[in-house]
Structures are given as structure tokens and as C-alpha cells.
T-cell receptor, first 115, second 109 residues
Framework: KAGVTQTPRYLIKTRGQQVTLSCSPISGHRSVSWYQQTPGQGLQFLFEYFSETQRNKGNFPGRFSGRQFSNSRSEMNVSTLELGDSALYLC??????????????FGPGTRLTVL | GQQLNQSPQSMFIQEGEDVSMNCTSSSIFNTWLWYKQDPGEGPVLLIALYKAGELTSNGRLTAQFGITRKDSFLNISASIPSDVGIYFCAGLRTYKYIFGTGTRLKVLA
């Protein structure tokens, strides 16, 4: 079974631009969560989608948004990029959602650099 | 953002030594997960724990879900160079996972 895939693996953007990251979960998984990882703040939860609905949200500004499609693939968008948005963005999938004994499996991440 | 207390923050050990790290919280968790992350890659799941008191092994790795549900530990026996990396704990509460600050492990051959 293929794992979680994320595209692109690396991105370089400039301040003020916007970016869209993509995540394809493990086949059969319906829950997708997004995390931001930085050396200073560690792994921070952004949001979780289940069956095309945002079910849970972390404490990030509205510039961070996401969506999930009917095939469970998910995209994350960051608008008006700031230097502090430089991070490794990780996507994780699980079968029925993180409200059960499900286990999350992570993708390789997208490394975003904002200049 | 909220994070779990994970210790030690980093450690250097000799190849062949045993390693122990733990995560603690003031809150109760329903699930504990342990991950290993290599540089530039996503975390890879090592062990999942779902019941208080549960002790689970995966090869040279052993993890336990604390009886109080507020802590968990991970042991690595007979460490090898490829054990190098950052180890994260994660606790499930109120429908989202909270992650530990990570333990950076360096193994000296």
C-alpha cells in the first residue's frame, strides 16, 4: 500500500506570494491533518479534514486554509506569505479520524522557504 | 502552541548502549504514539499505545503507556548508528494530537 505523498517536496517563494501544497493520503484513509514544523516551535497542528469537512483547527491565522476533495486528497493554501512561514509542512492521514484509536501516518513533507 | 514535555532534549550514546526517553503531561491522553524523524523527512511511526499500562515492543524498541495516562516512555535497546534521529511522542486528546518537543539522539560508533 502506498504511503502518504506530498507535492512539491521543495518550494521557494517570496514574501507576499501565496502557495498551495498538496497531500494524497494512504488509500482508504479519509482523515488528513496538516502540521507546521519549525526548529523553534516544533510540530504544530494546523487543521484536520474528514470527508471534505474541516473537523478541527489549530491556532493559526486565517492566511492558512485548506480543503479536502471527494477522493480524500487535500490541499493547503497559505496566502500573503511571511518570512516566518518558512517551515516543513507535514501531512498525515488516518483511516477514520483522530477521534478514535486510529494511527496517523506522515508524508515526507514539503519544505517551504520564504525569501 | 501546546506541546508535551519530552526528555531528554538530546543525548549522545555509545553504540550498543540502551536508551530511554519519556514524555509527560499534566493532562490525560487516550492514545500515545512514538515517531522517529530523519532530517528533511516526515516522522515515521514506531509504536502506538491505546490503553493505560500497555507495554508494546517493536524489535529493539519498547514503549509503555503510563498508568495515570499522563506519561509514556520509549526504550531502545542495544543502539546502532541508524538509530540517530529525532524521536517524538504524541498524545491524542480532544480530537487532535499534541506533540512532544523531541529527543535528538546521536549514536557514537
Amino acid at each position: 500500500k502506498a504511503g502518504v505523498t506530498q507535492t512539491p517536496r521543495y518550494l521557494i517563494k517570496t514574501r507576499g506570494q501565496q502557495v498551495t501544497l498538496s497531500c494524497s493520503p494512504i488509500s482508504g484513509h479519509r482523515s488528513v491533518s496538516w502540521y507546521q514544523q519549525t526548529p523553534g516551535q516544533g510540530l504544530q497542528f494546523l487543521f484536520e479534514y474528514f470527508s471534505e469537512t474541516q473537523r478541527n483547527k489549530g491556532n493559526f491565522p486565517g492566511r492558512f486554509s485548506g480543503r479536502q476533495f471527494s477522493n480524500s486528497r487535500s490541499e493547503m493554501n497559505v496566502s500573503t506569505l511571511e518570512l516566518g512561514d518558512s517551515a516543513l509542512y507535514l501531512c498525515a492521514s488516518s483511516s477514520s479520524g483522530i477521534s478514535t484509536t486510529d494511527t496517523q501516518y506522515f508524508g515526507p513533507g514539503t519544505r517551504l522557504t520564504v525569501l | 502552541g501546546q506541546q508535551l514535555n519530552q526528555s531528554p532534549q538530546s543525548m549522545f550514546i555509545q553504540e550498543g548502549e540502551d536508551v530511554s526517553m519519556n514524555c509527560t503531561s499534566s493532562s490525560i491522553f487516550n492514545t500515545w504514539l512514538w515517531y522517529k524523524q530523519d532530517p528533511g523527512e516526515g516522522p515515521v511511526l514506531l509504536i502506538a499505545l491505546y490503553k493505560a499500562g500497555e507495554l508494546t515492543s517493536n524489535g529493539r524498541l519498547t514503549a509503555q503507556f503510563g498508568i495515570t495516562r499522563k506519561d509514556s516512555f520509549l526504550n531502545i535497546s542495544a543502539s546502532i548508528p541508524s538509530d540517530v534521529g529525532i524521536y517524538f511522542c504524541a498524545g491524542l486528546r480532544t480530537y487532535k494530537y499534541i506533540f512532544g518537543t523531541g529527543t535528538r539522539l546521536k549514536v557514537l560508533a
